[in-house]
């Protein structure tokens, strides 16, 4: 496999012995039509947000059952989006498929419109109606906390009651781009009541915006901040995987969001991007996002990890957020208005 590296990183081992027994049978996801096709082709090459640690064993997997061979570029989602908006004026697409939050921020006379076979088997929500994206796994949001710092008695049942712990001034603390949460925040509350509430927290508690989701659950977790307003679910139950003392609060609202997969209309591999999406989509491919990052499977039929984050989250209200490209840029100017302007 050919990796790209953007950022730091390595290949995480502990998932080995999975994919040699996944790829011992013929994989579900296999379409042999696409397989031929996709073989002469030869490669594919995927944008992905995924860290290293989990993407380069995931797209192992699907290199060692097809013999193609798979250029993995990491990068966050800003700098893909300019990278890919570049390619399409330029005309040297390089792309097959993106894998992140922001495939439905592609220009949509850029990503193909098709309907893989396993489409039909992830949750009803993580599908595009206009079939150019799907959810390859889902995002929770949830405050997180260091259980070393905020007692059990004193853990928020809502986020009005941030405002009764005044001995957080300063000590709590957002990533400066959860859009989503705020929209649901919006939608949960109505767009007046939520804007005053995130206003009278900003107020109260003056909590500090940093850059960084994995960052920011590493410094909860390192106890260098109490808690922590929203954070990905995955990135905390992580670090409690490992010992870390942290954890997350399920509060409604919890705003969900699909790392997605999309297909390039201009693929250079378009038959073995196909396949790969119908990859990404399969119970070998979510099992295994599952047991490495704590990725939240898209599929029912899948288990999570850790079993219950599913049910545990899914008795609050959950709002799915996919903003386009015009929707995330005018949150991001509200979010700012509330949060940096002090």
Not at 84 to 110: F, K, M
Not at 169 to 190: C, L, M, S
Not at 261 to 268: E, F, I, R, S, T
Request: net charge neutral; hydrophobic share 40%; proline share 7%.
């Amino acid at each position: 496999m050919r990796y790209v590296r953007w950022t730091r990183g390595a290949m995480a081992l502990a998932c080995i012995a999975f994919a040699a027994s996944a790829n011992a049978q013929t994989p579900s996801w296999m379409i042999p039509d696409l397989l031929a096709a996709a073989k002469a082709e030869g490669q594919l090459t995927v944008y992905s947000s995924t860290n290293e640690q989990e993407g380069l064993p995931l797209w192992k997997l699907y290199e060692d059952a097809t013999g193609i061979k798979v250029n993995y570029v990491r990068n966050a989602e800003g700098p893909m989006l300019a990278r890919i908006a570049l390619e399409a004026r330029t005309g040297q697409q390089s792309w097959d498929v993106q894998n992140a939050g922001s495939v439905n921020q592609i220009p949509p006379n850029l990503v193909l419109q098709w309907e893989p076979p396993l489409a039909s088997e992830i949750m009803p929500e993580a599908r595009d109606p206009d079939k150019r994206w799907y959810g390859a796994y889902a995002g929770y949001n949830a405050p997180q906390y260091n259980t070393n710092l905020v007692k059990p008695e004193d853990l928020p049942k809502t986020y009005e009651d941030f405002l009764k712990h005044k001995e957080w001034v300063g000590k709590v603390v957002i990533e400066g781009t959860d859009r989503e949460w705020i929209e649901a925040i919006f939608q949960f509350y109505v767009k007046d009541k939520g804007r005053k509430l995130l206003e009278d927290i900003v107020r109260t508690l003056n909590p500090a915006v940093l850059d960084g989701h994995l960052a920011m659950a590493r410094q909860i977790a390192a106890g260098e901040y109490p808690i922590m307003l929203t954070n990905y679910t995955m990135l905390t139950t992580n670090f409690k995987q490992q010992g870390a003392p942290t954890d997350y609060i399920p509060m409604d609202p919890v705003s969900v969001w699909f790392g997605m997969v999309g297909v390039n209309k201009n693929a250079p591999h378009p038959n073995a991007a196909k396949l790969a999406e119908n990859f990404l989509l399969s119970r070998e491919a979510q099992t295994l996002s599952s047991r490495m990052g704590g990725r939240i499977p898209t599929r029912p039929d899948v288990e999570s990890n850790p079993p219950d984050v599913r049910q545990r989250l899914g008795e609050k209200k959950l709002i799915f957020m996919q903003l386009s490209a015009e929707q995330a840029k005018a949150s991001q100017k509200v979010f700012d208005e509330i949060f940096r302007s002090k």
